[in-house]
């Protein structure tokens, strides 16, 4: 069925781009060409250069209905990644085949056209080839199924309805009713295929995540610092901070002082986290409060100085023009 929708929504293609496509020999193809023929499909080689097999004009399979698993992959074509990691890479693209064999003519290309133009990559920067979880598969399919499963999640054992899969960032999350598990930290996940759960059908998955992603981030933010940022600093605060902060960092600045820095409230994990932020800063921070922070910041600014300051004894190294290297006493203003 592959073959016939494969030539039905192309035209004509050759044994090895045929063979490419269905990921088997070119043998294989010959011979399902033949049983095809003989089951009284048109299917016929085109001679010749430029040739292949193609499918007798105005021939149309009837075998373009999607089951509800190929509609549901459909839907998630977008995240080909994602799709193969939840073992759904062949169901999807089956549904894409049908979908592509079921277009007339004028807009079979388009399935190609979009591809072209629009690719979502899901998963951050630097995240390596790590393998997916080994969890997900079977969850995956307790997601599709509404199947409950037993899962041991950081040694302990559960019984979870699982309504459904988040990918943020390239980690998995499994979301149930009314909480959030993360998908590598489960060791192992039994599927009671026999059995279904009766879900919510008033359950929005996005508006659920959404909503603890934003409860949880808040949680974490429990320390507060105190600091007088320059214009710049003001500028790289939404680089910088935590976004769930950045409202309340904002909404407690005051009018910039007689050097144009504004002190404002940031809301941190903690402070050895708000360290590694606000290095980031450089000279364009200052922490007033808590003086534990302060001190470790005004360490790590007299290291930075040693580091970047000539060595003991040297006035300072000419620079071309004349300026000298930082640090150093020459040309000073």
Partial sequence: MSLVLLLQSRGGMTAAELARELEVSERTVHRDVLALSEAGVPVYADRGRGGGYRLLDGYRTRLTGLDRAEAEALFLSGVPEALREMGLGGVAAAARLKASAALSPGLRDAPVSAAQRFHLDAPGWFAGDRPPPEALVPLARAVWGDHPVTARYRGAEHTLEPYGLVLKAGVWYLATRSLIYRVDRFSTVAVHADRRFARDRDFDLAAFWSARAAEFTRSLLTARVTVRLSPDGLRLLRHVA????????????????????????????????????????GPEAEVLDPPALRALLAGAAVRMSRLYGPPAGDPGERRPGGAARPGGSADQR
Avoid: I, K, M
Avoid at 252 to 280: I, K, M, N
């Fill in 242 to 281: 935590d976004p769930a902060a950045l409202d309340e960092a904002l909404a407690s600045a005051g009018e910039p002082d007689e050097h144009g820095r504004t002190t404002l409230v940031l809301p941190v994990e903690s402070p050895e986290v708000a360290y590694g932020q606000l290095l980031r800063f």
